[in-house]
């Protein structure tokens, strides 16, 4: 039988170390938006793990949606060139938001989002990711809730793919070179 576990060079972050993280993300976020009228907006499909697991560590009242945008086609870089494919199903006008977003690779794709979010005026509008890989930053990136920095490796599992696979893996983790180079 397959198994995608097989094609993992090394695992990263673990489902415990993971749990923990986003309990810590939860709580500041608890802490930062009492009172609030919060919404959290997922990006679609990498951020579904992430965003479910972090939806359960918040315990103010708070709304979900979801945006999905593309940028990399089935490559592993980036094209520069985002386009939505799914818009956000509710108004955020004068509400504050926080994207959901897996991991910040160059940068553009927040960027991106960020001025695009910003043209229907929320009351404030702020980035939680899991990952962070700064040393292929491109474009400055103000983030306020990052979970890990890691290495400019290809990352999968958890939300994360490589050509929409490996998204089931309950941890995060290097893919072998060997399918990807
Ligand atoms: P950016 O626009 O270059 O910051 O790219 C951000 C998006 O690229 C992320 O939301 C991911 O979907 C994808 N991405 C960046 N690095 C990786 C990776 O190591 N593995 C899988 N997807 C990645
Ligand atoms: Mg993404």
Do not use: W
């Not at 009228?37 to 951020?47: C, E, H, P, R, Y």
């Not at 870089?77 to 108004?91: A, C, M, N, P």
């Not at 926080?98 to 695009?116: H, Q």
């Amino acid at each position: 039988m397959q198994n995608i576990n097989n094609d993992i060079k090394e695992i990263l972050y673990s489902q415990e170390q993971l749990k923990d993280k986003i309990k810590e993300i939860g709580k500041n976020i608890n802490r930062d938006y009492e009172g609030k009228d919060l919404v959290l907006v997922g990006i679609l499909k990498g951020s579904v793990m992430f965003m479910s697991d972090l939806l359960r560590e918040i315990t103010i009242p708070c709304q979900m949606d979801f945006m999905a945008v593309s940028s990399y086609g089935n490559s592993t870089e980036t094209s520069g060139v985002v386009r939505i494919l799914k818009d956000l199903d509710f108004q955020i006008k004068g509400k504050h938001i926080i994207i959901v977003e897996d991991i910040i690779d160059t940068g553009i794709t927040l960027k991106y989002l960020m001025k695009y979010l910003k043209s229907r005026n929320p009351k404030s509008l702020e980035i939680a990711c899991l990952l962070n890989k700064p040393e292929r930053r491109e474009i400055e990136i103000d983030v306020k809730y990052s979970g890990y920095n890691v290495p400019d490796y290809f990352i999968v599992g958890y939300g994360i793919d490589f050509a929409e696979k490996y998204r089931n893996l309950p941890y995060i983790g290097i893919l072998k070179e060997e399918l990807y180079k």
